[in-house]
């Protein structure tokens, strides 16, 4: 589902991608994978994954 507006800042939505990086309890940092998703413009930290299958 494809927001137009980001629902916590207001600021308009961009495709791009989105990775997780994870710190681990040993210290070491563990990068989770890349997918496409719709993240705020303006980087609060808002993000909705996209449909594999159906890009809007």
Same mark, same amino acid.
């Given at each position: 589902?494809?927001?137009?507006?980001?629902? &916590?800042? %207001?600021?308009?939505m961009? #495709?791009?991608?989105?990775?997780?990086? @994870?710190?681990? &309890?040993? %210290?070491?940092?563990?990068? #989770?994978?890349?997918?496409?998703?719709? @993240?705020?413009?303006?980087?609060?930290?808002?993000?909705?994954?996209?449909?594999?299958?159906?890009?809007?």
């Open positions: 589902m494809k927001t137009e507006l980001c629902p &916590k800042c %207001g600021c308009r961009m #495709e791009d991608a989105f990775e997780e990086i @994870v710190e681990l &309890k040993d %210290g070491s940092i563990q990068l #989770e994978t890349v997918y496409p998703a719709w @993240v705020c413009s303006d980087f609060c930290g808002y993000y909705e994954k996209m449909d594999a299958n159906r890009r809007e």
